[in-house]
Nanobody
């Protein structure tokens, strides 16, 4: 079955950087959009960044200029490079993959905490 496994989260000081990875296994068809979402305690899950199969990227206003999404289709992996992190970036980060004809699948999430 399809599995998405995130890694790379952790505790970082304000201004620091982290790189999240999401490895997708058990692919049933080509993967169209890959996305990162985040959910802070008591808040809804919000879209952070999207990358299309052609490499087009879209970012939430709150992370523009600081975060970069990328993908490696040969490795079925999507990345989120996060720079200049702020305390308000603290959240559980989830990856999501949209499979052609088969719908969307989510990872289990990885915690990112930005604190001094």
């Amino acid at each position: 079955q399809v599995q998405l496994v995130e890694s790379g989260g952790g505790l970082v000081q304000p201004g620091g950087s982290l790189r999240l990875s999401c490895v997708i296994s058990g692919s049933m068809s080509r993967i169209d959009n890959m996305e990162w979402y985040r959910q802070a305690p008591g808040k809804q899950r919000d879209l952070v960044a999207t990358i299309t199969r052609r490499g087009t990227t879209v970012y939430a206003d709150s992370v523009k200029g600081r975060f970069t999404i990328s993908r490696d289709d040969a490795e079925n992996t999507v990345y989120l490079q996060m720079n200049s992190l702020k305390p308000e970036d603290t959240a559980v980060y989830y990856c999501k993959a949209d499979f052609y004809l088969f719908g969307s699948y989510w990872g289990q999430g990885t915690q990112v905490t930005v604190s001094s």
